[in-house]
């Protein structure tokens, strides 16, 4: 996967209830997927389900040659090194039980300031680590942790483009390999002490560098590069990779919710959240993140099944992705 700019996943975190939201703005790269924002309540979503398939790939080994002077021998091939599978539906991900460990995560109290924001994500970032790299280990796929970067100001750049506070809270960037956490844009006057929404947000984007690492974001962008991203297969596509991140980002508070600083309130402030930011909120420029009925029902069905496969969005009918 080439370092292009349509592994930028942006992020513009969804207000509560009630509460006003920043505008949004497709980036400069039409293909980019942004999370949105959104607006009040939604209605209580069904909750989906899939299948794992598909199969893991490797590569041949090496033959070490012999010493001089000692009679011909060979070793047992040289373990490969994982690569990304570039796949979507069968991605060796979601082949097989793969869930993530209970982490337990030791986290600042929240305060809204730049210096505590910091603090908070550079210690939940060592507890996804630890959730994760075992399942991508466990796949045969490769693992390293992202870097985490906290611009200043309301405009922003990163290795795959610009942004500013109006477009975005957060995003990840495949082409350098980081999280992007700018504190102006997290919009923490309208949230307050409310971390289950700051560490939600972290969680999602860690769900795109997953992605990324399995070989599932490169294989997504390709596909709606050949349709087209703004036709209805480009847009159902964009909205695979933003629910699935949203799944995962559920997996990972089954993973850590309940335990050290991570309480259950925590968790219901991210669930709640979630139903707020959906296509559907009034604001969303275009369909591409999903509905908050079905933003809310994936980070359900990652915190309730703990699974991979169960977050293969790949396989759900279109009326779950819709």
Not at 62 to 86: H, I, N, Q
Request: proline share 9%.
């Amino acid at each position: 996967m080439g370092l292009c700019a349509v592994v930028l996943i942006g992020a513009a975190l969804a207000g509560l209830a009630g509460l006003a939201t920043a505008a949004h703005h497709q980036a400069a790269d039409p293909g980019r997927p942004i999370f949105r924002p959104t607006a009040e309540t939604s209605p209580v979503p069904q909750e989906p389900s899939s299948a794992p398939s598909g199969s893991a790939s490797g590569a041949p080994g090496a033959v070490a040659r012999p010493s001089r002077g000692t009679p011909s021998a060979t070793t047992d091939p040289a373990p490969a090194e994982p690569t990304p599978v570039p796949a979507t539906a069968d991605n060796p991900l979601f082949v097989g039980d793969h869930e993530l460990p209970a982490v337990t995560c030791v986290l600042p109290r929240w305060r809204s300031d730049p210096a505590t924001a910091r603090a908070f994500f550079e210690a939940a970032l060592p507890c996804l680590n630890r959730a994760w790299e075992p399942v991508l280990r466990a796949a045969n796929l490769p693992f390293n942790e992202p870097k985490l970067a906290f611009p200043t100001g309301r405009e922003w750049h990163s290795a795959c483009g610009s942004g500013t506070a109006e477009e975005w809270a957060a995003f990840y960037c495949g082409a350098d390999d980081t999280v992007y956490l700018p504190f102006d844009g997290l919009q923490t006057e309208q949230y307050g002490a409310r971390p289950g929404i700051y560490l939600s947000v972290l969680a999602h984007e860690y769900g795109h560098h997953v992605q990324r690492l399995a070989g599932v974001l490169g294989a997504a962008h390709d596909q709606r590069d050949d349709a087209g991203p703004d036709t209805v297969e480009g847009l159902r596509i964009s909205r695979r990779i933003e629910l699935q991140a949203d799944c995962f980002a559920g997996m990972f508070w089954a993973a850590a919710a309940g335990r050290g600083s991570v309480s259950r309130t925590m968790l219901d402030e991210a669930v709640r959240d979630g139903a707020a930011r959906g296509d559907d909120n009034g604001i969303a420029a275009s369909a591409d993140h999903g509905s908050g009925a079905h933003v809310q029902s994936w980070i359900l069905q990652g915190a309730r099944r703990n699974r991979t496969a169960e977050c293969n969005t790949w396989k759900a009918p279109d009326g779950w992705v819709s």
